[in-house]
């Protein structure tokens, strides 16, 4: 008789959340998907949806992933769906983010938020980079997938 292992083979459900959906959330939902899609099924939400910002859409390109295509919704649109991780992207999202039902993974990641840079369009890019780059980190470090 063989040993064997049983993989899960459905997708993890990955919920992003930041205040406005337009940054922080928007620039992780489009990065998990294209890193690691094959494993999540993601999305992203804000508890006072504004919009995605075109500087979001920018920087994201610059590294050959397009969310130009995204959305920038409610975190109420999701309420009573199961997720495996719940992860806020800032303090304020952290503060009033609903309770989700289910068993998952609560996480936050305390990220500046870009939209608030200062400067010219070249130094509020930076900004939007830095932010970009510290993302791609965390999905790395926190959500690559372990075969």
């Given at each position: 008789?063989?040993?064997?292992?049983?993989?899960?083979?459905?997708?993890?459900?990955?919920?992003?959340?930041?205040?406005?959906?337009s940054?922080?959330?928007?620039?992780?939902?489009?990065?998990?998907?294209?890193?690691y899609?094959?494993?999540?099924?993601?999305?992203?939400?804000g508890?006072?949806?504004?919009?995605?910002d075109p500087?979001s859409?920018?920087?994201?390109s610059?590294?050959?992933?397009?969310?130009?295509?995204?959305?920038?919704k409610?975190?109420?649109?999701?309420?009573?769906?199961?997720?495996?991780y719940?992860?806020?992207?800032?303090?304020?999202?952290?503060?009033t983010?609903?309770v989700?039902?289910g068993?998952?993974?609560?996480?936050?990641?305390?990220?500046?938020?870009?939209?608030?840079?200062q400067?010219?369009?070249?130094?509020?890019l930076?900004?939007?980079r830095?932010?970009?780059?510290?993302?791609?980190?965390?999905i790395?470090k926190?959500?690559?997938?372990?075969?």
């Amino acid at each position: 008789m063989y040993n064997t292992v049983v993989r899960d083979m459905r997708k993890k459900r990955v919920l992003f959340i930041c205040t406005h959906n337009s940054c922080r959330s928007q620039m992780a939902e489009g990065m998990l998907r294209a890193f690691y899609g094959d494993y999540y099924e993601v999305y992203s939400a804000g508890t006072e949806p504004a919009g995605v910002d075109p500087c979001s859409i920018r920087v994201m390109s610059e590294g050959g992933i397009d969310i130009s295509g995204q959305s920038s919704k409610s975190v109420n649109e999701f309420l009573g769906q199961d997720f495996d991780y719940v992860i806020t992207v800032c303090d304020g999202a952290k503060k009033t983010c609903p309770v989700f039902s289910g068993t998952h993974r609560k996480v936050h990641w305390d990220l500046e938020d870009p939209a608030r840079a200062q400067g010219d369009e070249e130094e509020r890019l930076k900004v939007f980079r830095k932010v970009r780059d510290q993302i791609k980190e965390r999905i790395i470090k926190d959500l690559r997938p372990r075969q």
